[in-house]
Structures are given as C-alpha cells and as structure tokens.
C-alpha cells in the first residue's frame, strides 16, 4: 500500500494594509476560519473557482451561438435546395409546355426575348436591397459583357 505523500506548502508573502487587515479579521471571525490565513487561502480558491466557471460559461454562449448558427446555416440549405427544385421543375414545365417560334420569326422572337428578359432582371433587381442588389448588379455587369 502506497502512503499518499502530502504536499509541500508554499508560502507568499503579502503585503497589505491596516484597514484591509481589520477587515480580513472581521471576515475570519464571522466565517468562523481557524485563522487569517485560513480565510485567505478560502478566498483565494473562491476567487480561482470562480474565474474558471466564468470562462466555462463564456465557453457555452460560443458554443450556443455556433450551434444557433449551424442550424440557421441548415436551413437556409434547405431552403436554397427547395428554391432550386422548384426553378428545375418550373423550367422542365416551361420548355416542355413552349413551343419553338417559327424559323421565319426566330431571330425577331430571341431579340424580344432577350429585351423582356433585362427588364425582368432590372426589376428583380430593384425589388432587392441591401447585399442582394450588390450581387445583382454585379450579375447584371456579368450579362452584359457575354
């Protein structure tokens, strides 16, 4: 059986002043310490353990808020997955249901088409603030150079 080996003290030496000495006597008396040193000792473990707890607790509001982020994140995938399933379906429904416009008026027809479909970008991008109209008109700036 192996004796458990008690460890070796430390001491600090500490400076302080009268009234803070009266006041560490007080608070040994009315805690009921065995001594001023007792009370310090108690103090100062009170103190540590409370830092600590105040770093764990800081560490749970980051983790909370990666967690709320995450599942903010979660969902706008879904919802961006759900956006793109619909434009898919719509423009298989689109192209199924259209007719090709005859040869005679074809490039007339694409000329029209690619004038309402600016003004239909324009309007998407007005109806749009903030970062989205940024990204917009950098899409815009995009069309025009092809």
């Not at 805690?31 to 707890?53: P, V």
Request: aromatic letters at 6%.
């Amino acid at each position: 059986m192996a004796m458990a080996r008690k460890q070796k003290a430390v001491t600090h030496g500490v400076r302080y002043n009268a009234d803070l000495n009266n006041r560490i006597e007080a608070a040994t008396k009315k805690g009921g310490f065995s001594s001023n040193s007792a009370f310090i000792r108690a103090a100062i473990e009170r103190e540590l353990a409370g830092r600590e707890s105040g770093v764990d607790a800081a560490e749970q509001r980051i983790a909370a808020s990666l967690d709320r982020m995450a599942r903010e994140i979660r969902n706008l995938r879904i919802g961006q997955q759900a956006l793109f399933a619909f434009v898919d379906v719509l423009a298989k429904t689109f192209l199924t249901c259209v007719p090709e416009p005859p040869r005679d008026v074809h490039d007339q027809a694409v000329a029209r088409g690619k004038a309402r479909y600016d003004r239909f970008l324009k309007s998407v991008g007005m109806a749009m603030v903030g970062d989205s109209q940024a990204a917009m008109a950098e899409l815009l700036g995009r069309g025009h150079e092809n």
